[in-house]
């Protein structure tokens, strides 16, 4: 017996040492604990308000036990030094669950993939957008067909003492994406295919993030066979994404159909598919993982983004009627907002980037993962390493955006209130930095700013009339806000 005992101890001590030899390899951190690490000290769907008291005693580098171990970059100049500077050494993905959960095939699309596929997949999917002019007059076309449907919608709206912005605005910035992938849009009063995939899509991002066993079997892949625990753990999640997949595969076969090699592309699916003859690593699965990958990013984010813009406007009345103002002396009521007219709009440019600020919508950024032996700021970091390059936490500090919690676009103007401010302008970083940065930023930033300043242009919103505007947000993986019936009055 007491031999049994002596030598599970010893392996116990020896576990124990190893563990904290590994531990010692990665930059510092709070202690972890063998097998759970820093997971009893932290919730996980408030991650990133944890990083901010561990910054505070361990600076801008430090390791996080998930329970694996996660190195998280918290300034702007160790993210660019990693994701810039160093790019080549943190292009990886997590390459494992959760992450490829959005994936139709092994190592599948853009977000979540590695290596050369990644790298074809990203440029055949930016190479198309160019195409279709992403940033450019087409692509501005395509945004303000849909911006005009959904000012109808906004005009034809009764009630407009109590407007819920969700659905408009999921609508308006779905239609632009898909109408480029799948060469069709929705209807405001006929799209409910379109509601249930937002919806599943939604509570899937909520259930991920909120979950202790989603941590915990990324770490041990195995809880996934376990009953019970590994349905909680991941069958569910699997179960939801294959739904949204389906949603996409659908809407692929479609465009299929109407495919001919001879005539100029319709749409993203087609201009795909003619390329797949030429490149191997161009399959179908991929293609449907692709549109997955840009349908989500694309409808998501930015519509997220908007609808945060018509809270803080609820909520800053100064700053929106200066850029009401702006908008009104430079093109008038009834005047054409187009991305020309941006110079021209200073205030209202400077709005939208303290908009996505304030709005960041992502607490946790995409992981990464480092592909090499590397360093940041001194700190060495092995090969394999999950990377957090948190920009959400970039675009909080107090040291550089003074008052961070007060929306005001002035930070973002030289004194002449019109010269933009180049050195805030560069600590706002959304869309991330790098070589897998946001694919999507030209589109995305012109959604933004059409949309934010042609509902100014008609409208000035109001907080709700019968209560407190609610800006406490959903903490899920994205950030959401909650409902807030809006008051919205023709101007
Ligand atoms: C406000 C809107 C948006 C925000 C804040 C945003 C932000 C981001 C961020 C932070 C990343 C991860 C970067 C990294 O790994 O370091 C990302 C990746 C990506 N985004 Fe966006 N995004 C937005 C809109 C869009 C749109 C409209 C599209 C498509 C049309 C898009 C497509 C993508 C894709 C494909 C990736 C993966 C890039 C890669 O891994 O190579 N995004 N985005």
Redesign the pocket.
């Known amino acids: 017996m007491i031999g049994i005992v002596s030598t599970v101890l010893f392996l116990v001590a020896v576990y124990v040492y190893r563990y904290y030899a590994n531990v010692r390899r990665y930059p510092k951190g709070p202690t972890p604990l063998p097998l759970i690490g820093n997971l009893h000290q932290f919730d996980p769907h408030r991650l990133h308000h944890y990083f901010e008291t561990v910054q505070a005693e361990y600076g801008d580098v430090f390791t996080v036990w998930t329970p694996c171990p996660m190195v998280v970059l918290m300034s702007y100049s160790t993210i660019k030094e990693a ?1 810039v500077t160093k790019g080549d050494d943190f292009l990886g ?1 997590l390459g494992q669950f959760p992450d490829n959960l959005f994936m139709a095939t092994e190592n599948g699309g ?3 993939s590695q290596g050369e596929n ?1 790298r074809e997949q ?1 440029r055949t ?1 930016i190479h198309i ?1 160019r195409d279709f002019g ?1 940033g450019k007059n087409v692509m501005e076309a395509q945004v303000k067909a849909s911006m005009d449907e959904f000012m109808k919608h906004l005009d034809s709206i009764k009630d407009k003492s109590a407007v819920d912005f969700r659905w408009p605005i999921q609508i308006l910035v779905a239609n632009v ?1 898909n109408e ?1 992938l799948f060469g069709y849009h929705y209807r405001f009063d006929d799209c409910k295919r379109l509601m249930d995939y937002a919806d599943t899509l939604t509570a899937q991002i909520e259930a991920v993030r909120k979950s202790v066993l989603v941590q915990l079997a990324m770490q041990f892949p195995w809880i996934a066979r376990l009953p019970v625990i590994g349905w909680l753990a991941v069958g569910q999640h699997r179960k939801s994404s294959s739904r949204l997949l389906d949603h996409v595969r659908a809407d692929v076969r479609r465009c299929e159909k109407t495919f001919s090699d001879s005539e100029e592309p319709a749409c993203f699916v087609h201009a795909y598919m003619q390329r797949m003859p030429k490149n191997d690593l161009l399959t179908e699965d991929q293609m449907v993982n692709v549109c997955g ?2 349908f989500v ?2 409808m998501e ?2 519509s997220t ?1 908007l609808r945060w813009a018509m809270l803080h406007m609820a909520k800053n009345q100064r700053v929106q009627d200066k850029i009401r103002a702006e908008i009104h002396a430079v093109l008038g009521r009834d005047g054409d907002i187009t991305m020309n007219e941006k110079m021209r709009l200073p205030y209202t440019s400077a709005a939208v980037s303290e908009l ?1 600020r304030m709005a ?3 607490p946790l ?2 992981i ?1 993962m480092t592909v090499n032996d590397t360093k940041v700021d001194g700190h060495a970091i092995p090969n394999g390493t999950i990377i957090m ?1 948190q ?1 959400h936490n970039v675009m909080k500090r107090g040291e550089i955006f003074e008052e961070a919690a007060e929306f005001r676009p002035e930070r973002f103007l030289m004194k002449d209130g019109k010269t933009p401010n180049r050195a805030t302008l560069e600590q706002v970083i ?12 030209g ?2 930033r012109m ?2 700013f059409l949309g934010l300043a042609t509902i100014l242009q008609k409208y000035r919103i109001l907080p709700p009339k019968d209560a407190s505007l609610d800006m406490s947000p959903v903490e899920a993986s994205i950030y959401l806000p909650k409902a807030n019936n809006l008051q919205m009055i023709p101007v």
């Open positions: 994701l993905r853009v977000i979540f990644w990203r999917s957008m992403m994406i480029v990958d840009f990013a694309g984010t930015t983004t996505q960041n919508i992502l950024n995409v990464h390059a920009i959304p869309f991330s930095m790098g070589k897998r940065m946001c694919a999507g930023e589109l995305a959604e933004l």
